[in-house]
Every structure is written in C-alpha cells, then in structure tokens.
C-alpha cells in the first residue's frame, strides 16, 4: 500500500482524523482546510504523497534536498570510478564497479523521487552543472590512494547512511521509500569499505600506512558532512528547525555528528588506525566520545568552490553531458520515429 | 605439464584476457556516459566481463597446473603484455558513445555465439562457466543492438557518427574469427570452438542490425589486426596494463 489516498479510515495508521477536503466548490475556506490537512498529517506523522497539497515551502525544501542528495550520488561516483581501473585485485575491482553502479542507481531513485514534486531531471541537472545546486561538499577532496577507497566507504557512506536512515522516515512518502532501498546498499558499501581497511591494516607495513593515511585525510571532513552545529551555542541558524517541524529531518546535525563519531571510534580501534583528532576521549558523564574542535572554515570554504576538487568534478560531469548531447538527442528522434510508424501502422 | 595442456591454457587466456581487457575499457566509461542509466549499463556489461574473466582466468591457473598454482591476480596482474592472448579489438582506446556500441555490437554477438558453443564443452568447468556467460552476453547483445538502432536512425549527425564507427572498429573485427593454435587443439578436443565456425552466424547478425538500422555495412577494411592470441598487441595495450597491473605490482606479496 503506497498512497495515502487509499488509506483505511479505520486501520491502524490510517487517515481517519485527517480526512482530505474532497475539492474547492465543496469545501468553504478550502485553502485552509487543505493547510489543516497537511497539518494533520505531519502530526500523526503521516506520510505526505504526491497527490497531497502541500506547502510551498514545504515542496521547495524538499525538491532542494532531494536535488542535492542526487546530485551527491552522481558526484559521489567520480573520486570512487578514479580506482576502477587500477583496483589491485579483481575481485576488488569487480566490488568497486559495482559500488560506483549502486550509486548512479541512487541518483536515479532520488531524481525520479524528486519529480513527483513537478520538477524534471534535466532541470535538477542543469542546476548542478550551473552551481545554482550543491552537492555535498565531501566529493571535492581527492581520492590519492586505493585506501581512499576504503576510506570513503568506511566513514563517507557510514556517515552517509548516520543522516539517512532517518530518511527512511521522512514525512514525502516517495523519499521515504527511495531511501529504505538506498540505505540497505549504502550498508553493504560501509562494511565494504571497512574490510578494505581491515585487509590493509593487516597487510604490509606500506599498506598500513596507506589506511591511516587516509584515514587522516577524510576523518574532519567525514564529520563535516554533517552540516554546521544546529545546537547549543554554536547554531548557526539554518534549515534545521523547520525541516524538524515538517517531519523531513529527525536528528539534529549535532547528534547524528555524536553518533557518527561513537559508532566509529570502537572501529577504528579495531582497524588499528588512530583518528587524527588528540581531543578524542570517552566522557563517562555524557556517555559519549568527546571530539575536538571542527574546522568550520575548511568547511565553509571548500562548499563555496575552494577545494581541490570542486573545479574537476564539475568539469567531468559537464563534459560528460554535453559529450552526450547528441546522444541523448538520437534517442529521442529514434522513438518519435518509432511512435510514428507504430501510429501510421495502426492507421493503415 | 605436457604439450597438449599447454595449448588448453592458451586457448582458456584467450578468452579470460578478452573478458578481461574489456572491462577495463569499459571501466573507463563510469562517470563519463551519455546518460546516468548508461553509466550504469556500461559499468554492468563490465562487471559481468570482470566475472567472466575472473573464473576463465582462475580456470587457466588450474589447468596450467603450476606449483604453486596461478590465481586469477597472479594471471591479470603480473603476466607481460607479450603473454596477453586478447584481440586487439578490445584493447582499442575509449573513443565516442557510437564506437563503442559498433565495438560492443561485435564483441557481444561473438561471445553470444561463442558461449553458446562451449555449452558442449569436453572441459566441464568451462561449460559451465559458458552456461552462466551466455545469459548475459545476450543482454549485452541486446544493448548494443539497441544503440546501434537508434544511433543509425536517429539524427543525421548520430547516423554519421555510428557509420563512422562502425568503418573504425571494423578493421579489429576479422581476429574474431581467426583460427589460431590454441584455437585448432581446443576444437579438436571437444574442449573448444573453431572461431571461424562462428563467423557466419556474426556477421548474418550484424549485417540484420545495420539494415535495420540503415547503416551501410562497411567495405572490407585495407588492412586487419592480427596477432593478439599469440601476444602480439598494438602500441596502447602496454598502458592499458601499465594503469591495471601497477598498484597491484608495487607492493609484491601483498594481500588485498
């Protein structure tokens, strides 16, 4: 059962209190009957569908989001592809494929989830080709050695998965759904990435040094995908709080960041390989992992285009479209013709 | 290890490096697509090469029979490009979308044709790997049957560029279809096929896919490769290997 429309009014989860206003003659102040509606349904956490009305600000937040997690998948593909063909054993290369795959399939979830909301593909991705769009800003650091491959999937896609598993519980029932399947791959690609490093930290000397090198080099900005603090003294503002009201975030960025960091620590304790912060320390008071301070700057300046990477990823995927141009073009001329012989056939 | 295995493990090369060198072209196309579904498809087409190649290549280091045995790395990663038995059709650089869908359409219709042979094959284990690879190298077949429709006609500049492609790739296609030592021996075991037995059954599909696609089949190429399955390549299989093999070959011994 996927949409809300055909919910039971008596089943358990259903929309019994929240009955849609049938339509505008009907319905005296519709405009806000269909306000309450949408209210309703956030407040039983309800899933809100395609065919619901919803806010305008509501359907924007979401298609901004939704956009940029896409584009993220898209992105996200280039510094991993950088090793498909120097992968140093087969089956390593096979996984790697395969992973980099998973994640053009994610992006094609998460577009096709974000044109239920009356925006098309092609105008998301001409957004990120333009910058008008981000994508997260992690994907503009280089990937210098095969132990970034590990790396990436061990703490990029285990801090990925950290902000989307509540996604799976987002209140747009399309995103909801899109993210259960991506969750479940990006899974597989954390433990994957973690036994890349495992395989290293028990290798060679060199390949030791290869994981906590990278290890080094992607641990701030893993905890930097989490977005600026949302919490305490150091807010600073955002969307947080209204994303929160609407049922579309769960978590503060603060206390995914937490759980990130209390999730990993034991396993990098286990890989061998020392987290570059000397602040990380277990506080038997809060019952969590203290950690240093997070160089917001960095952070700031790499998402405004002052990374080593924001240039190359967006050179690459605009060449790559735009070598496809005349590509994508045939298709489209190939099946009108088609659809035309198929009408002058059904004519004759 | 006599004479005759020699010629077994030759002939099991030939096929493992084709699926191999393969998917590292293909490799290079993630990221660079026309669209993200190709993307995807290009990086499936070249893992199911990677798998073949994986238990073609493992095949060999058995029947080979060294001491200690050859694995599928020991195979990919620290031969020379004089012991690669691939066709140089598949060694050939990235060009555009249309020349790999002309190089795509060949390869697939001949490795359908191919594995659909080896069905029958003496070598149980090769068999078997076939009875896995014909499912797939169909869909392959499938795809580039596809492209190569739409691309033919399409727009008029995609119509050029798909011609263009196929008079390109065409010179590498005739090795295909060569009947080289190891090839001869397998055929006689029952172990393979002769690849020119295969030849008509290509071309008659090729040729269909063209006409439908009005594309003009090219004239005979001036000059074809040759050499491939006795190690002999063209001058980009040494970088080819140079970007595969170097990591693997920087750290020796080492588990991955």
Same mark, same amino acid.
């Given at each position: 059962?996927?949409?809300?429309?055909?919910?039971?009014?008596?089943?358990?989860?259903?929309?019994?209190?929240?009955?849609?206003?049938?339509?505008?003659?009907?319905?005296?102040?519709?405009?806000?009957?269909? %306000?309450?509606?949408?209210?309703?349904?956030?407040?039983?956490?309800?899933?809100?569908?395609?065919?619901?009305?919803?806010?305008?600000?509501?359907?924007?937040?979401?298609?901004?989001?939704?956009?940029?997690? %896409?584009?993220?998948?898209?992105?996200?593909?280039?510094?991993?592809?950088? =090793?498909?063909?120097?992968?140093?054993?087969?089956?390593?290369?096979?996984?790697?494929?395969?992973?980099?795959?998973?994640?053009?399939?994610?992006?094609?979830?998460?577009?096709?989830?974000?044109?239920?909301?009356?925006?098309?593909?092609?105008?998301?991705?001409?957004?990120?080709?333009?910058?008008?769009?981000?994508?997260?800003?992690?994907?503009?650091?280089?990937?210098?050695?095969?132990?970034?491959?590990?790396?990436?999937?061990?703490?990029?896609?285990?801090?990925?998965?950290?902000?989307?598993?509540?996604? !799976?519980? !987002?209140?747009?029932?399309?995103?909801?759904?899109?993210?259960?399947?991506? !969750?479940?791959?990006?899974?597989?690609? $954390?433990?994957?990435?973690?036994?890349?490093?495992?395989?290293?930290?028990?290798?060679?000397?060199?390949?030791?040094?290869? %994981?906590?090198?990278?290890?080094?080099?992607?641990? =701030?900005?893993?905890? $930097?995908?989490?977005?600026?603090?949302?919490?305490?003294? $150091?807010?600073?503002?955002?969307?947080?709080?209204?994303?929160? &009201?609407?049922?579309?975030?769960?978590?503060?960025?603060?206390?995914?960041?937490?759980?990130?960091?209390?999730?990993?620590?034991?396993? &990098?304790?286990?890989?061998?390989?020392?987290?570059?912060?000397?602040?990380?320390?277990?506080?038997?008071?809060?019952?969590?992992?203290?950690?240093?301070?997070?160089?917001?700057?960095?952070?700031?300046?790499?998402?405004?285009?002052?990374?080593? !990477?924001?240039?190359?990823?967006?050179?690459?995927?605009?060449?790559?479209?735009?070598?496809?141009?005349?590509?994508?073009? %045939?298709?489209?001329?190939?099946?009108?013709? $088609?659809?035309?012989?198929?009408?002058?056939?059904?004519?004759? | 290890?006599?004479?005759?295995?020699? #010629?077994?493990?030759?002939?099991?090369?030939?096929?493992?490096?084709? @699926?191999?060198?393969? @998917?590292?072209?293909?490799?290079?196309?993630?990221?660079?697509?026309?669209?993200?579904?190709?993307?995807?498809?290009?990086?499936?087409?070249?893992?199911?090469?990677?798998?073949?190649?994986?238990?073609?290549?493992?095949?060999?280091?058995?029947?080979?029979?060294?001491?200690?045995?050859?694995?599928?790395?020991?195979?990919?990663?620290?031969?020379?490009?004089?012991?690669? #038995?691939?066709?140089?059709?598949?060694?050939?650089?990235?060009?555009?979308?249309?020349?790999?869908?002309? #190089?795509?359409?060949?390869?697939?219709?001949?490795?359908?044709?191919?594995?659909?042979?080896?069905?029958?094959?003496?070598?149980?284990?090769?068999?078997?790997?076939?009875?896995?690879?014909?499912?797939?190298?169909?869909?392959?077949?499938?795809?580039?049957?596809?492209?190569?429709?739409?691309?033919?006609?399409?727009?008029?500049?995609?119509?050029?560029?798909?011609?263009?492609?196929?008079?390109?790739?065409?010179?590498?296609?005739?090795?295909?279809?060569?009947?080289?030592?190891?090839?001869?021996?397998?055929?006689?075991?029952?172990?393979?096929?002769?690849?020119?037995?295969?030849?008509? @059954?290509?071309?008659?599909?090729?040729?269909?896919?063209?006409?439908?696609?009005?594309?003009?089949?090219?004239?005979?190429? #001036?000059?074809? @490769?040759?050499?491939?399955?006795?190690?002999?390549?063209?001058?980009?299989?040494?970088?080819?290997?140079?970007?595969?093999?170097?990591?693997?070959?920087?750290?020796?011994?080492?588990?991955?």
């Amino acid at each position: 059962m996927y949409g809300n429309d055909f919910g039971q009014a008596d089943a358990p989860g259903g929309r019994a209190t929240t009955p849609h206003p049938l339509n505008a003659a009907e319905t005296p102040d519709y405009t806000d009957a269909l %306000a309450a509606y949408f209210d309703g349904l956030i407040e039983e956490d309800q899933r809100v569908e395609p065919r619901d009305a919803m806010p305008e600000a509501y359907r924007k937040t979401l298609i901004r989001q939704m956009a940029q997690h %896409a584009h993220s998948e898209i992105i996200g593909m280039q510094p991993e592809a950088n =090793w498909i063909t120097r992968a140093p054993s087969l089956r390593r290369k096979a996984i790697l494929m395969a992973k980099v795959q998973d994640e053009a399939g994610h992006g094609l979830y998460l577009y096709s989830a974000a044109e239920t909301l009356g925006v098309d593909r092609s105008e998301l991705l001409d957004k990120l080709h333009s910058g008008q769009q981000k994508y997260s800003s992690i994907f503009n650091y280089p990937t210098l050695t095969w132990a970034d491959a590990g790396a990436i999937g061990w703490l990029v896609d285990g801090a990925a998965i950290m902000n989307q598993v509540p996604l !799976c519980r !987002c209140s747009y029932g399309p995103y909801a759904r899109a993210m259960i399947r991506v !969750c479940k791959e990006e899974s597989f690609h $954390q433990r994957q990435g973690f036994e890349i490093l495992w395989t290293l930290s028990r290798g060679t000397e060199e390949q030791k040094a290869m %994981a906590q090198d990278a290890a080094d080099r992607w641990w =701030w900005p893993a905890l $930097q995908m989490f977005g600026p603090p949302d919490t305490g003294e $150091q807010a600073s503002g955002g969307h947080t709080a209204q994303s929160m &009201a609407w049922g579309i975030k769960r978590f503060s960025n603060d206390d995914l960041r937490q759980k990130f960091v209390d999730m990993t620590v034991p396993q &990098a304790q286990k890989l061998g390989i020392t987290l570059p912060d000397p602040d990380l320390a277990w506080n038997e008071e809060r019952g969590h992992w203290d950690f240093g301070p997070i160089d917001w700057d960095e952070f700031w300046r790499v998402l405004k285009g002052d990374g080593p !990477c924001n240039e190359q990823r967006i050179r690459t995927r605009v060449q790559a479209h735009e070598d496809g141009a005349w590509v994508r073009e %045939a298709a489209a001329a190939y099946a009108a013709k $088609q659809a035309a012989r198929q009408q002058s056939e059904a004519v004759a | 290890m006599s004479s005759t295995d020699v #010629r077994h493990v030759h002939y099991l090369l030939g096929l493992g490096d084709d @699926a191999l060198v393969y @998917a590292q072209r293909l490799g290079e196309w993630l990221t660079h697509a026309p669209q993200i579904e190709e993307d995807m498809a290009l990086g499936n087409v070249g893992l199911d090469l990677v798998g073949q190649a994986r238990s073609l290549l493992t095949r060999a280091g058995e029947v080979e029979g060294a001491d200690p045995l050859r694995d599928e790395d020991d195979l990919a990663m620290l031969r020379d490009e004089r012991e690669f #038995r691939n066709v140089q059709l598949v060694e050939q650089p990235r060009a555009d979308f249309a020349h790999e869908m002309a #190089r795509l359409l060949w390869f697939s219709t001949y490795q359908r044709e191919l594995y659909a042979a080896l069905l029958d094959s003496t070598d149980e284990t090769l068999a078997g790997i076939a009875a896995k690879a014909v499912k797939e190298v169909d869909y392959h077949r499938d795809h580039a049957t596809q492209w190569v429709l739409r691309l033919g006609d399409g727009t008029p500049e995609s119509h050029e560029r798909m011609q263009a492609a196929l008079v390109a790739v065409h010179p590498y296609v005739a090795e295909l279809g060569e009947d080289h030592e190891a090839a001869r021996w397998a055929a006689e075991q029952g172990v393979g096929v002769l690849p020119s037995s295969l030849t008509d @059954a290509v071309n008659g599909y090729v040729a269909g896919v063209l006409e439908q696609a009005t594309l003009t089949p090219p004239d005979p190429p #001036r000059w074809h @490769a040759r050499g491939g399955r006795e190690g002999v390549h063209s001058e980009v299989m040494g970088y080819l290997l140079a970007e595969m093999q170097h990591l693997h070959r920087s750290h020796p011994g080492a588990t991955w």
